[in-house]
Nanobody, 129 residues
Framework: QVQLVESGGGLVQAGGSLRVSCAVS????????LGWFRQPPGKEREFVAAISWSSGNTYYTESAKGRFTISRDNAKNTGVLQMNSLNPADTAIYYC??????????????????????WGQGTQVTVSS
């Protein structure tokens, strides 16, 4: 079992920045992938970014490129999503998710929610205009 706990959401004005974190605990396997998804109000959950815990390779959805940065701190077992230049369209509940034992080392292959085994409870990010 893997446990994920998000923190760091909140309210920010358009153009501002927020950092959300994901504490990872439990039995993880080398090469697991940590992903960030979000669910805007009234919409389906969508992929934001993912990172390979072992290689550090990353992949972003188009809307996140250049604004968001995904990283991990192996020593602290924590994943981080740094979000800059936020706009109201980024308002959503942000979830981190883990895929243990991925069958591919290509991080870009893991953009669908069903591909992830474990999920955090989510943290609200609200961007005001």
């Amino acid at each position: 079992q893997v446990q994920l706990v998000e923190s760091g959401g909140g309210l920010v004005q358009a153009g501002g920045s927020l950092r959300v974190s994901c504490a990872v605990s439990g039995r993880t396997f080398s090469g697991f992938i940590l992903g960030w998804f979000r669910q805007p109000p009234g919409k389906e959950r969508e992929f934001v970014a993912a990172i390979s815990w072992s290689s550090g390779n990353t992949y972003y959805t188009e809307s996140a490129k250049g604004r968001f940065t995904i990283s991990r701190d192996n020593a602290k077992n924590t994943g981080v999503l740094q979000m800059n230049s936020l706009n109201p369209a980024d308002t959503a509940i942000y979830y981190c998710a883990a895929r243990n034992r991925p069958t591919s080392s290509d991080v870009s292959a893991y953009t669908r929610a069903y591909q992830y085994d474990y999920w955090g409870q989510g943290t609200q990010v609200t961007v005001s205009s």
